[in-house]
């Protein structure tokens, strides 16, 4: 079995989920506990308007902090092309783009329709690109919107297709608000695998219903080998509306793989020291049942 | 695929690890509204000492407060010879006896040997069945002993192989601390399956490390088809130690398999209305993520 890699997204998906805003101290703090407990690959911030999500702001001087941990690729959200020249001016590495698979959840997140934002999204990549920059793809709300419910599984796979052949190195495939189960996010990635590479798939599960490891494992067996995952399940989809709980714990999934007898390098008690290091800040205990367990 | 079978545990495994002690009336109407949201089996008490496990007593009572529930079979824990008489007293049909797979956990729990444990169940069930009465059996600690730690699935295997020669319809196999990852129970089912019929297997896990549903799914894709979940996650095992939390919940098992197609006359919003109606008896909120999901 090829070793599973995670992407942890506790710094970017997560923090900018949560009520009380970190330092750019302490955020690159975390940064600096993940790599240390193993993390090899982290959504580190964003470059976004701080009026809008103040979470982020100064995600320049997070990267200045941080830029120089070793064994560790930062990955960093850039929405628009404001956003992409604000990360190329920071040093930025690796960037981010996403788009929904819903119109409707489109239409209420970034006040575009899917075609826009994906032409939007075509665009960033490019120029990134073209300074070397490379980019992760997100594709979100891959099975059920809160507004218009069920999402078309051939809008999924055109959207990662685009992606792919726009040039992103990698796509993540997001079940924004948790509700998927595991034969959904099966039979989906059995489609996904017939039109693109599986190895350029990552899977990004929340745990609103409780699914979240389930569904990860299912797309392991699937074939994907990269799954994203929040230290303590911080994080959430700010937009999401109703219903949209944390992302799948880290610490939980680093159980599910650890005792698995796959590759693993993570270290399970750092992490768990990690989410309840955080706890005290976010102001909530981890919402990692493993967290919990270990503590 | 064949429809998984439900055996709530809830009303007896569940309330016997809540602090309050619910009254009979209120037991028995846990039992109906469980019934009413389409469960068929569920264990609804035990024949045990007052004195030892006050949540479990009287159980008589709300056997005769619901033995006319149409389309429900009810099971009641009879651990020795005196529950077991108890329980053909009050006209019970379908009791459980268990034993730990641990001798470590056996010598804590039950004070005796694991052999002494079995010769003890043995015993039991052969008065039940010699007046027509069915026996469950339960092999508990099968993927971990809070105190001995490894449990050799060799001894599970005997012990199951036991149980069903002695005249058990049915071995329901309790990853007792929940320290289970689904790669492990699939290996040991995987073993189990090559010695005895998997349709007299059933699979009890708890969610202690967030395993819950993932463990419940890969037993069910190892052919087991009958699976003991807990309304609200409600339980646990007062002997077990530390960490080990509530059992799998039912309605986060039901939302799993529901939305994936298998079979379900079951009404998700009915357990999840139970759970949070339970929840202001026991003082604390529902353990499943669904029922705060669909709140």
Known sequence: MTAVKIVEVG?????????ITLSVDT??????RLAASGIRTLEAGSFVRADKIPQMALSELVHEQIRDVPNLQTIWLTPNLRGMSDATT????TTAVFIAAS???????????TEQGLANAKEVIEVARNQGILVRGYV?????CPYQGEVPAAEV?????????????????GDTIGVGTPRKIRTLLQSISKEVDISKIAFHGHDTYGMGIANALAAIDCGVRTIDTSVGGLGGCPFAGPGAKGNTATEDLV????VDGFESEI??????????????MTQHPPRSLVAHARK
């Open 267 to 280: 270290d399970l008690d750092g992490l768990v020291a990690t989410s309840w290091w955080l706890s005290s």
């Open 255 to 258: 159980y599910a793989l650890g």
């Open 90 to 93: 920071a040093g930025v590495t």
């Open 157 to 173: 796979i055109e959207l990662v297709r685009e992606l792919i052949d726009a040039g992103c190195y990698e796509v993540s495939l």
């Open 140 to 144: 979100s709300t891959i099975a059920g």
């Open 27 to 32: 955020r690159a703090q975390l940064v600096r």
């Open 11 to 19: 710094p970017r998906d997560g923090l900018q989920n949560e009520q």
């Open 103 to 113: 119109d409707e959840f489109n239409a209420r997140n970034i006040n575009a329709s």
